[in-house]
């Protein structure tokens, strides 16, 4: 992975690693559905002007519209409201301990959806890791909830899983900004009737105000602005790795943040999860490695075209 990727995929490890304890704050005060109305009304603020100021953004929902629909639906909102509900019962620990489970999804998802990328035995190895460093850091948290609110986050898994597969293959054309802008303006309006039926009748906290405030800038704004680079630097794949050093990040906030323990086991967790997400990150081996992947060759056959077809004949004749 390039430079430019590792920044962005650090950046999104750290950013989406804290929107849990945010959620937490907020929805203590104020209703789910006014959480992710304040969250994309905040990210669209941001992100509209400049969307409009690139020019070409109407042609551009015009062109793309479907998959831009499904985009601001599979990622946007029903995850952010699924996830916020959830955490009414689930502290935001547990939460974002779950959500570690994307990259599975991911690659089971992208098999399903006909994706030729190769894994190699040391990624398949690095999702691996990865997964037994979030069960290691997952088994002492695992409390409390209920299955409906267990049952929400795993949608907000299947979600987060699905939407890169479409932003990389029908939605990688177009402006980072030109996506992301209209989807979540797509959003505030759809969540708008909600959060008013249900705004909070006194002032929220300002902690719970700064909360919104933050995952709107930051977690929103910020974060998609990145995690599209990223999808167009690695992958979709790949990309969803850094829901392995979310809950690391989590768990260290609340160390550092809330005085929360640091045992042993969360050092041992860590240190599976960040091996997992360096090996699952990897590119795949090159050509003529041990790796059994013939499939590059009889691509680049194909984009050839007929001319090289009667040149194995050739050769047999010893014309060369």
Not at 1 to 9: D, S, Y
Not at 110 to 126: I, K, P, S, Y
Not at 228 to 241: A, H
Not at 277 to 289: D, E
Request: hydrophobic share 50%; aromatic share 6%; net charge positive.
């Amino acid at each position: 992975m390039t430079a430019r990727g590792w920044f962005l995929f650090s950046l999104m490890g750290v950013i989406w690693g804290i929107p849990y304890l945010m959620i937490k704050v907020a929805v203590d005060e104020v209703s789910p559905s006014t959480v992710v109305f304040a969250r994309c009304a905040v990210g669209a603020l941001l992100l509209l002007p400049l969307a409009i100021r690139q020019g070409g953004l109407w042609l551009t929902i015009r062109t793309h519209w479907r998959p831009m629909l499904a985009f601001a639906c599979i990622e946007i909102m029903g995850p952010w409201f699924t996830l916020t509900d959830a955490e009414r019962h689930l502290s935001s620990s547990t939460a974002g301990l779950l959500i570690a489970g994307v990259p599975i999804v991911g690659v089971v998802a992208a098999r399903c959806f006909g994706d030729t990328e190769h894994l190699g035995a040391r990624r398949v190895t690095g999702l691996l890791i990865g997964l037994a460093g979030v069960g290691v850091l997952t088994v002492p948290h695992l409390t409390g909830g209920d299955a409906r609110s267990l049952g929400e986050v795993l949608l907000t898994v299947v979600g987060y899983a699905t939407a890169p597969l479409i932003a990389a293959r029908r939605l990688k054309d177009v402006p980072t900004l030109q996506l992301i802008a209209p989807c979540l303006t797509l959003a505030t309006l759809v969540y708008a009737p909600a959060a008013a039926a249900t705004w909070p009748t006194a002032v929220p906290s300002s902690g719970a105000l700064l909360s919104l405030l933050a995952l709107g800038v930051l977690c929103t704004a910020v974060a998609f602005v990145a995690f599209l680079e990223l999808i167009k630097e690695i992958g979709p794949t790949r990309s969803t790795v850094i829901t392995y050093v979310n809950p690391a990040v989590a768990v260290a906030a609340g160390a550092l943040f809330l005085s929360e323990s640091f045992t042993a086991t969360i050092a041992v967790s860590f240190a599976l999860i960040l091996t997992g997400s360096v090996l699952a990150t990897m590119a795949s081996a090159p050509k003529g490695s041990a790796d059994p992947a013939p499939v590059r060759p009889a691509r680049q056959w194909l984009r050839r075209g007929p001319a090289p077809a009667p040149r194995p004949e050739r050769d047999e004749a010893g014309a060369r």
